[in-house]
């Protein structure tokens, strides 16, 4: 998906003889931390709501605040990764998104951010989780779907993330199935260290099964 897609012109933008109160209210009524600067639409940068706070009069214009806007944005062609990676790295609930003339295209919301990521990582789709840390050279992935297809099971998602202390893998696998017991103990057996598992697992006892096995033999 790229963030052209995620486009939302909702988002009100500034212009530079805009006063900083109306600013100040645009922000508070969409409920933002930023909003986009435009001169005959081509993108001056963001001005976020902390720096129009500091200014002395709200009656002054928000030139006046030009030297401390967001230049930053991204490209309109381009995944949209960036635009959470954008939105992580200038902690923004807004992302600006430029053409090729660097006129704004529109913003994509913190919101519809994450949606895109629920979607992007299968969070709607039904299924188990595995949580497993490991060192990075035993990373392989051949290995890990052939356990988990061994299990008639299907990877529908898999993340990786390196612990910047210890240097550790953690993989996480969003898995087609819920009940994932079996899957869990298969990678156990290859001496994967899992972390953690989500399932909805039907746990039986065996003195319960026993028991309904001798129950179902003498109404024979």
Same mark, same amino acid.
């Given at each position: 998906m790229? !963030?052209?897609? #995620?486009?939302?012109n ?18 508070? &009524?969409?409920?933002?931390? +930023?909003?986009?600067v %435009?001169?005959?639409?081509?993108? #001056? ?13 709200e009656k ?10 967001? +230049? /930053?944005?991204?490209?309109?062609? %381009?995944?949209?990764l ?15 998104v430029?053409?090729? &003339? =660097?006129?704004?295209?529109g913003? @994509?919301t ?6 895109a ?13 595995? %949580? ?14 052939? @356990? ?5 099971? !299907?990877?529908?998602?898999?993340? /990786?993330?390196?612990?910047?202390? /210890?240097?550790?893998?953690?993989? !996480?696998? +969003?898995? =087609?199935?819920?009940?994932? /017991?079996?899957? %869990? ?9 899992i ?19 001798l129950m179902?033999? #003498?109404d024979?």
């Amino acid at each position: 998906m790229l !963030t052209a897609e #995620l486009i939302n012109n909702n988002i009100p933008r500034l212009k530079l003889q805009d006063s900083i109160g109306k600013a100040l209210r645009l922000i508070n &009524d969409y409920r933002v931390t +930023h909003l986009p600067v %435009v001169s005959d639409n081509n993108y #001056l940068g963001l001005i976020s709501g902390d720096d129009l706070l500091d200014a002395d009069d709200e009656k002054s214009p928000v030139e006046i605040l030009q030297e401390n806007f967001l +230049h /930053t944005s991204i490209k309109a062609n %381009v995944h949209f990764l960036n635009a959470v990676n954008y939105s992580n790295q200038f902690e923004t609930s807004i992302v600006p998104v430029v053409n090729a &003339d =660097n006129e704004l295209a529109g913003v @994509i919301t913190l919101v519809d951010l994450l949606k895109a990521l629920g979607n992007f990582s299968g969070a709607n789709e039904i299924g188990g989780i595995i %949580v497993m840390e490991m060192e990075r050279p035993h990373f392989a992935i051949s290995e890990i779907s052939r @356990i988990v297809e061994s299990n008639d099971a !299907t990877i529908l998602h898999l993340n /990786t993330i390196t612990h910047p202390d /210890t240097g550790l893998l953690t993989v !996480t696998l +969003h898995l =087609n199935k819920k009940e994932i /017991t079996p899957i %869990v103990a298969a990678f156990e057996r290859y001496e994967y260290d899992i972390i953690y598992n989500f399932g909805d697992e039907k746990f039986e006892d065996n003195i319960d099964i026993n028991y309904r096995h001798l129950m179902n033999y #003498l109404d024979i």
